[in-house]
């Protein structure tokens, strides 16, 4: 008789499978990718800007309210300044001052150690200036001085370098004149929109991501305790949770402002002490449906203090409704902080963020000027969207009654 050979085929874990439902579901896949995107677009930053100033302020009011696609010549002239040298890594994270001042043109000529240009300006004026070429090209300590036609001899560094014109001349229109394009059109200011929008969606992601990491590390921790020891730590945790869970949201997070002052970190901090209400109850919920399932008495019995098996045996079998809070909670950070960043107290200018964009450009809708509020608020309305989307889809994949089939 012939004898098969059964081989041992280990059951794939519930997070295998969960994966594996995930990325069937193409209503999943889509709105991770879109989280993904913006996030990498956000560390990347400053990177990835046309404009890598300091919160994308660089302001050229000779260029004030372009429409989207709007592209023009610009001059970059040397600052008379020590050049700044910035890393990979600080200009990624803050931006990176600029060795230049831009001047838009409309034309330019040269005219022996000069260049003469043509202001740009929509009306039309024909406003003219120049400079020496090798003001534009170094940072001069001092004027340069003529020798001849063909050279000029100026001071770097304390140092007398000598140069032909014509080098001077070639290397400016290689390097200092470029066209700039303005992809999604300028403000008031005439700072580029684009950039502004890139460095704001930082905010957005972080106060994401921070208040969220708040409210679970607070609400996980009085959940839990709640669930599992039960009796008079219960009906305390319980007051104070009905007592948070009374006060709306919003008010909450404006008296918490207003207590920490207006800030960056402070609208993060305000947030996430606000939203680790629903965290607690769900974690205590499901901890309360588990103390007295057989591993968690033998656990007791074997010894294991309560500390380990709430976080070695119980907290990994009631993380799945906690995955779809967050990626709610996510969604509502977002609506918070642009809320209160409409409101004057969010995050401060100079600093962007889409919240605080739409404030400083709604009344330009009535001025045919919409795009400037619009479109901050289509990238409200898509990462919400997304991670409201991501939520359902993890509610679906996650749920014990259906990972088996």
């Known amino acids: 008789m012939n004898f098969r050979k059964k081989t041992y085929q280990p059951s794939r874990s519930p997070g295998k499978l969960a994966w594996k439902r995930f990325r069937k579901n193409k209503a999943g896949i889509i709105p991770l990718s879109v989280i993904l995107l913006t996030i990498i677009i956000a560390l990347l930053g400053y990177l990835i800007t046309p404009d890598p100033t300091p919160f994308a302020n660089n302001q050229q009011l000779d260029i004030s ?43 330019y000529t040269f005219k022996g150690d000069s260049i003469n240009v043509t202001l740009f300006d929509p009306e039309g004026s024909g406003l003219r200036r120049s400079w020496n070429i090798a003001n534009v090209v170094y940072p001069l300590l001092k004027s340069p001085v003529k020798k001849d036609d063909s050279m000029i001899i100026h001071t770097i560094d304390g140092q007398l370098i000598s140069v032909h014109t014509g080098d001077l001349q ?46 679970l590390i607070v609400g996980i921790l009085l959940g839990s305790l709640a669930g599992y020891f039960g009796g008079r730590t219960d009906d305390v945790i319980m007051w104070f949770i009905n007592v948070v869970w009374s006060i709306p949201t919003l ?17 993060f901090i305000a947030v ?56 709610a909670n996510f969604a509502a950070a977002i609506l918070i902080e642009a809320g209160l960043s409409f409101l004057g107290i969010g995050v401060q200018p100079p ?3 889409w919240g605080s964009m739409i404030r ?9 000027s919409a795009y400037l509020a619009i479109i901050p608020g289509v990238a409200i309305v898509l990462l919400v969207l997304a991670f409201m989307t991501l939520g359902n889809t993890l509610r679906d994949v996650l749920d014990v009654k259906t990972l088996e089939n």
Do not use: C
């Open 170 to 215: 070639s290397l400016i229109e290689k390097q200092n004149l470029q066209k700039k394009h303005f992809w999604l059109g300028t403000d008031q200011f005439g700072r580029d929109l684009l950039s502004r929008l890139i460095i704001g969606s930082r905010v957005s992601i972080s106060v994401g991501f921070i208040s969220v990491g708040i409210s």
């Open 65 to 107: 309210m372009q429409k989207p696609g709007f592209a023009v010549a610009m001059l970059n002239v040397r600052k008379n300044e020590p050049e700044i040298h910035t890393s990979l890594l600080r200009k990624m994270l803050t931006g990176a001052k600029s060795n230049y001042y831009e001047v838009p043109v409309s034309s």
């Open 360 to 368: 400083e450009y709604y009344s330009f809708i009535i001025l045919n």
């Open 251 to 267: 008010l909450l997070v404006i008296a918490i402002t207003f207590a920490l002052g207006r800030g960056f970190w402070q609208i």
């Open 272 to 327: 996430g002490l606000t939203m680790w209400v629903e965290v607690a109850r769900v974690v205590r919920g499901q901890i309360i449906s588990m103390r007295e399932k057989e591993f968690v008495e033998a656990g007791k019995a074997l010894g294991f203090s309560g500390f380990r098996i709430i976080t070695r045996h119980i907290l990994p079998n009631v993380m799945s409704p906690v995955i779809v809070i967050s990626a």
């Open 351 to 353: 600093m962007p963020s």
